[in-house]
């Protein structure tokens, strides 16, 4: 018994991966298919509405957003309630999987399972409406195009944020997706608060002359010479910062929400 509660416990199987997805499937099949049928009539009954005033546009591309990230953050923030009620709590823990498996299981299922689920049910909503509006207009809107910049930037911004609301429902136990748009917030205040803090110890003056002049500056030059910069090195120190802010958010942000959220599952599972 002993050394078999070792390799379940110690070793990362891809096949014990796909039992516990698959169990996961199986059990919740029922409720994504009806919010499928929400979705689907949803969304046939606004594509044939905005067909009323012939308005096509990327309707499919903006209708397919709307449901990756807030059905999304909906379902990532419920990714770990099993682990919080009772019964079902001690039926998951003893589950025959390590912890990394369940963590990588239910990261997967939420974030690149959910796109490719989402895309793969709206596509074929999106065929069904569009055969409609065919059949009572003539015309249609334009289908969804996965290879187009905008389709890939937005599903790439969203599994960058999705590890934000993965990270809560392993922190919160109760009304993870709330408590986590709360701290989002907080966050954003308190990085403007830092911003004014550090603009009034670099520039005391900014504000007042913002103030007096109603507006601030009217050029880069202008906020050069108040910083007592040169045009380029306001340029150079402006690329710098949005680089910065760039690579917090593509290569810093998503993997310490994975990491946190990982040290933080292994405690609850022990």
């Known amino acids: 018994m002993k050394p078999q509660e070792i390799h379940t416990n110690q070793y990362f199987s891809l096949k014990r991966l796909f039992l516990i997805m698959k169990r996961d499937v199986l059990t919740h099949y029922r409720t994504v298919l009806i919010a499928s049928l929400a979705v689907a009539g949803f969304a046939i009954f606004a594509s044939t509405v905005s067909m009323l005033n012939r308005s096509q546009g990327n309707f499919h591309l903006i209708f397919y957003f709307l449901l990756l990230y807030i059905g ?41 399972g959910y796109v490719i689920g989402a895309f793969a049910v709206y596509s074929m909503i999106a065929l069904i409406s569009e055969g409609i509006n065919r059949a009572l207009f003539g015309y249609s809107h334009a289908l969804l195009n996965p290879a187009g910049r905008t389709f890939l ?92 802010i760039r690579v917090i958010f593509w290569a810093i942000l998503a993997p310490c929400s994975w990491v946190l959220s990982y040290l933080k599952f292994r405690k609850i599972e022990v």
Do not use: C, D
């Open 72 to 112: 999304g953050f909906i379902f990532s923030s419920r990714a770990f309630r099993e682990i919080y009620n009772g019964q079902k709590s001690y039926t998951y823990v003893t589950l025959p999987a390590s912890p990394p498996e369940k963590f990588v299981e239910r990261w997967f299922l939420t974030s690149v």
């Open 153 to 244: 930037l937005g599903v790439a911004v969203f599994l960058v944020l999705q590890g934000i609301f993965f990270a809560g429902a392993v922190y919160f136990r109760k009304h993870p997706l709330i408590k986590t748009i709360l701290m989002i917030n907080l966050a954003a205040i308190a990085l403007l608060v830092i911003a004014i803090v550090a603009i009034r110890l670099i520039s005391p003056g900014y504000f007042e002359f913002a103030h007096r002049t109603g507006g601030g500056f009217n050029s880069l030059r202008e906020l050069a010479a108040w910083l007592g910069l040169t045009e380029g090195g306001l340029q150079m120190l402006g690329r710098t910062i949005w680089i910065v």
